[in-house]
Every structure is written in C-alpha cells, then in structure tokens.
C-alpha cells in the first residue's frame, strides 16, 4: 500500500504565472506613463481603465450575482457630482475627493437595491433604468448643480498638468487595484464559491445554504462603488460634468457590450472585451453609425451564437486562465 | 380647472402610450421577454409609413393598410431568427440579443433616413381638435385612444375566449411551471403581464407626465418616472394585479 507523502492545494497555473507577471508589469509601466509617455497616450489609458472596470462591476453583477443592470450609470454620475461639489463648491482637494465622492454611490445602491430586490431579470432591468433616469432627470431640475448645463472644474487649475498626470495614473492604477484585484480576490474567497454556485443555479445556491439575497445585496452595493470610483475619476480627467453625459446611457451599452464579445462570468473576459472595446473606436469610430451598427449586430451575433464571447473562445482552444479561481489537489507519491 | 386639463391631456397621452405597451405586454404575458428593440421596431416601420406615404397614393388610412402587413412580416423574422432562439429561463441571452438589436436598428435607421423630423402628409386630422365645456381636445389624440381602447380590448377577449388566446395563455404558464407549484395560470396574464394592466398603466404615466408638465416643464417625464418607482414600492405585483 503506497502512503501518499506529500499533498497540497494549488491554485496557480503556468498561464496565471504569467499574467500575474505581466499585471505587475502593465502596473508598473501605468504609473510610470507620465515619465515615459505623451498626454495623449495617457488620457487614453485613464479611459481605457475606466472602460475596464466599469465592465469588470458590470460582469459581477450580470455575471455572477443574476443582477442584469443598465442603470450603472446613475453610480457614475452621482459619484461625479459628488466630486465636482466636493472639490469646487467645499474646497475639498480633488484627488482626496475621489474617495470621498465614493460616499454617494453607496448611499444611493442600498435604497436602489431594497426598492427593486423583488423585481427579477427583465423587470429589475427595467427598473435601475428608471432609477438611473429619474436620477438623471432630478439633477437636472437642481439649480445648485447648475441644472442641465452641468458644472466645471476650475480648481484643477491649481494643479501643472505634471503633476495631474501623475495624480491620475496612480488613481487608475488603484482603479484596476480595487476593481479586478478586488473581484479576484472575492471569486477566490469563500463568498467567491457561493457566487460561482449562484452565477450557475441561483436556486441550487441557495438550497446549498448560500444566502442568495445577502450576497446579492453586498455585490450591487460594491460594483455600485466600484463603476462610482471609475466614474469619478472619468469625470476629473474630463473636467466637466453634464447629466446628459454623467447619466448617459451609453455607459450601460458599453458595459453590456464590453461584457458580452469579452466573456460574461469570468475577469478575463471584461478584459478582453474592454481592449476590443477601446481599440475598435480607436480604429472604426469615425465610421459613426455604420460602425455602431456592427457593433450592435456583433453583440446580438454573441448572443445567438456564442454566449461565452472571445473568452469562452479561447477557452475551447485551451485551459489556460489568466485568474485562475479553480483549486487542484496536487498528491506528489 | 387647469389641473382638470392636465388629466384630460394625460388621458390622451396615455392612449398613445397604450398602443405601444399592448404589443410589450403580450411578449411580457406570453414569452417573458423584454424586447429591447420593442420601440425600435416601431419607429422603423413609421419610418417606412413615411416612405411610403411619399411613392404610393392610398392615403394615410390606406396607409395603415399596408404597413400592417408589413409589420406582420418583420414580426415574423424577429420572432422566428431570434427571439425564438432566445426565449427560454434566463432573462439575459434575450436582453442582450435584442439589445444588440436595437443599437443596430437606431443606427440603421439613422444611416437611412438621417436624423431629420419626418411627418405624413397633414390632411388636417392632426391639427384638429374641437371643444367640450371649457376644454379643448385634438381629434388625433381621441381617435388615437379610441383605437388604443379597442385594441386592448380586442386583445383581451382573443386571450379570453379564442382557442388560440388559450393557447398563448396556456403556453405562457407552462414556461413558468406555474401550475405545478401550484399558481394559478391566470394569474400570470393577470399581473404583470396583463393587457388592461398595461393601458392602466399607461393611463398613470400620462397623467403623471401631463401633470408634472403643469408644476414645471422639467418635471415632466420625472413625474411618470417617480410613479413608476412608487408602484414599485407599493404594489411591486402591478397596479391590475389579481389577489389571491
């Protein structure tokens, strides 16, 4: 009878090692742009981040806690005028605002997610749209906030444009920090198995002892603060702020877009589909609608056809994640 | 007096919102899907109408004759190469799909038709309006309620008495299993789902809307926004939901 000698649990795979590596790197090479890199290059790179973790909160939710939400917009917009009152009207220093702003995404999920719980798929849709949209519309009636005209951030004047860049690419960095290190760290948790049961059987989760409800609440109230941080930051690099814009419905599209060619219900996905996403505008965005028209037959496209996007693609070809969430016992004999 | 008006207008805009919840309401009712592209869909066959209107001389009734059958056709292609392919018990491959669909359709539409204003040829019916009382009331609105209010009902009693409005009911509780957990079937039609729900429903938004219009002409479409969310909370089931 052979003893098994030696036995451990192992997470990390070849293909992890190596995005892990080459995280660090992109990291790194981020934070160090505004040494290395044109302005032009940077206010790209501060947009592509936003674009990856709005999509990356989206696919959380959508993804793995059931919650299909086009009303992320409203966290975007709020937690920008959140910052722009903070930093122009109290003189709080913008960058410290950025936290701060964080504040009012948060209070505006808890009474978003009691009030529409009870709404299930389509009708929950529905409903974040309509809260988005009165959310959009009542700013626009607040003459404080400058009603529809928007508002402008002048203090930033105080700041070189050095110094913005640097402030900005080490905000984007904790951006990807929080938004794509946060949700890996949350798949990998314990809850993080609660959410892998419940983005494939909510009903069987819950018969396993998972607290759908509970966990459901708590990732809305996250990947609200998280499409916020995103927001605020979105918003501060464009220096003004209008409820046409902050509430724009396009972010909705994009995060739905982004998800859904990238792979919904994996972090790879959101990923992938973000750096699809931001290079197509880049290359076909002046194509305008004929552009937006293959986009949104590609999304529908996905949809029939190959639900699992680029990612679910790339899978078939090989096992080789990049987040691996998966644990292997290893028996070494 | 003045907010006696606003309801009256509300009403009238509630009949035009109707015509465009009956259709929603059915896929609602039967299907479970939400159709993204719903408006869309619409928009492109008014588009069409337009067109039309300009090449064929049948007149704006006449119209209505042949944009029906069309409508039927581009049903049709929806229902048989996508939403069928996409209806089933999660909600989300079907508003994704007609999502994707509809950003394609605008954009579409915009490549075709550009972004102008277009109208059908006026033969006077939509700027009529005559007066009862203190009120005046367009004929367009009226006769647009009139035929919001027969449609719903027409629609209603082919679910109620027709053996293909049984069918549908039918179909719509066996997608839910309703009737082995043991809802009754008709409660599904009956809540959210339901048909005169809807023109209700319509009903609340247009008042709303026409009254919010009256406090400040940037509260408008607030006010049909707010009522939507206080249902919500009140009577998350609908306001034409049946009790137990």
């Known amino acids: 009878m052979s003893t098994i000698k030696n036995l451990h649990v192992s997470r ?65 917009g709020v937690s920008g005028y959140m910052l722009f009152v903070l930093a122009q009207n109290f003189g709080v220093n913008p960058f410290l605002a950025v936290p701060l702003s964080l504040i009012a995404p948060a209070i505006l999920a808890v009474p978003t997610y009691f009030l529409l719980k009870r709404l299930d798929g389509p009708y929950f849709a529905i409903g ?43 905000l984007c960095a904790l ?96 990923i992938i589909g973000a750096l699809i996403y931001f290079f197509a505008d880049r290359l076909f965005g002046e194509y305008g609608s004929a552009y937006l028209i293959v986009l949104g037959l590609l999304t529908l496209i996905i949809a029939l056809y190959a639900r ?15 987040f691996p969430v998966r644990r292997k016992l290893i028996v070494e004999e | 007096m003045q907010w006696f008006d606003a309801i009256i207008q509300g009403v009238l805009l509630g009949g035009m919102y109707a015509q465009y919840a009956l259709g929603m309401a059915l896929m609602f009712g039967v299907m479970r899907i939400v159709n993204i592209a719903h408006g869309d869909v619409m928009i492109l066959l008014s588009l069409i109408a337009v067109s039309l209107a300009g090449v064929l001389p049948v007149g704006n009734v006449g119209l209505i004759v042949v944009i029906v059958p069309i409508a039927v056709a581009v049903g049709w292609v929806l229902q048989k190469f996508i939403l069928n392919r996409v209806v089933g018990a999660d909600p989300l491959p079907s508003l994704i799909a007609t999502f ?59 679910l109620r008495w027709t053996r293909f409005g049984r069918g549908l009911r039918a179909a719509a509780a066996d997608t839910e299993a309703a009737a082995m957990t043991g809802v009754d079937p008709k409660r599904i039609i009956g809540g959210m789902g339901s048909i005169w729900g809807a023109f209700l429903g319509a009903m609340v938004l247009g008042v709303a809307q026409a009254v919010g219009l009256r406090i400040d002409p940037g509260l408008g479409i607030l006010f049909g926004h707010l009522v939507f969310l206080l249902v919500l909370a009140t009577r998350p089931e609908g306001i034409m939901a049946r009790k137990k």
């Open chain 1, 308 to 322: 699992g996007g680029v990612w679910g693609l790339l899978q078939k070809l090989g096992d080789h994640p990049w």
């Open chain 1, 12 to 76: 990390a795979t070849p293909s992890s090692r190596i995005a892990m590596s080459l995280g660090a790197i992109v990291l790194v090479g981020l934070v160090t742009m505004p040494w290395w890199a044109t302005s032009g290059n940077i206010r790209w790179a501060i947009e592509l981040c936003c674009y990856i973790a709005i999509a990356q909160m989206w696919n959380l939710l959508a993804g793995y806690a059931g919650l299909v939400s086009v009303g992320q917009q409203a966290f975007i």
């Open chain 1, 175 to 270: 951006l990807l920090l929080t938004t794509i290190g946060g949700s890996y760290w949350l798949l990998r948790s314990r809850h993080g198995l609660a959410l892998t049961a419940m983005r494939d059987n909510p009903k069987a989760a819950a018969s396993q002892g998972v607290n759908v409800g509970k966990l459901r609440f708590y990732i809305f109230v996250a990947a609200a603060v998280g499409t916020g941080f995103a927001g605020s930051i979105y918003y501060m690099a464009q220096l003004r702020i209008t409820p046409a814009a902050g509430f724009d419905p396009f972010w909705a599209s994009m995060s739905i877009f982004i998800v859904m060619v990238g792979g919904i219900g994996a972090i790879e996905g959101a």
């Open chain 1, 128 to 170: 974040t749209w309509v809260v988005a949209e009165a959310v959009r519309l009542g700013i626009s009636n607040i003459d404080y906030l400058n009603a529809g005209a928007g508002l402008t951030l002048r203090v930033m004047t105080q700041y070189s444009q050095h110094e913005r860049e640097v402030a900005f690419v080490i």
């Open chain 2, 100 to 158: 994707g669909l509809s950003i394609a359709l605008q954009n579409l539409m915009l490549e075709v038709w550009s972004a102008d204003t277009r109208s059908l040829p006026n033969s006077g019916v939509a700027s009529a309006s005559f007066q009862i009382g203190p009120f005046y009331v367009g004929l367009l609105p009226v006769i647009v309620l009139i035929c919001a209010f027969v449609l719903t009902g027409g629609l209603d009693a082919v």
